[in-house]
């Protein structure tokens, strides 16, 4: 069974930073691009940033560029995400996904597995 496992979550101030990480079982996702994403109650899941194969090309949303860093080691653990100066309005469930194609199109969701997330939660 193929599963994304997204850990590191947690209740921290507004300022502070968080790393997620996300551990894969039943196969190895070093052939896929990967991406997180994050979802508050209510709302639309959210593309937050994107890896290629490589590690070489990363995107972000335009809300966490500068704040968050992407980046992956396929030996340890297929991505990471690297949260810093963060906001009350980052508060949500931070899912790990996988794509087998372009990181570029992990942006509009089209996504072969998601993790079930991690909660973060960042008060003022």
């Known amino acids: 069974q193929v599963q994304l496992v997204e850990s590191g979550g947690g209740l921290v101030q507004a300022g502070d930073s968080l790393r997620l990480s996300c551990a894969a079982s039943?196969?190895?996702?070093?052939?896929?691009?990967m991406g997180w994403f994050r979802q508050v109650p209510g709302k639309e899941r959210e593309f937050v940033a994107a890896?290629?194969?490589?590690?070489?090309?990363?995107y972000y949303a335009d809300s966490v560029k500068g704040r968050f860093t992407i980046s992956r080691d396929n030996a340890k653990a297929p991505v990471y995400l690297q949260m810093n100066s963060l906001k009350p309005e980052d508060t949500a469930v931070y899912y790990c996904?996988?794509?087998?194609?372009?990181?570029?199109?992990?942006?509009?969701?089209?996504?072969?597995?998601w993790g079930k997330g991690t909660l973060v939660t960042v008060s003022s």
């Open positions: 996904a996988a794509k087998s194609g372009l990181a570029l199109d992990m942006r509009t969701g089209d996504i072969d597995y």
């Open positions: 039943g196969r190895t996702f070093s052939n896929y691009a």
């Open positions: 890896i290629s194969l490589s590690g070489i090309n990363k």
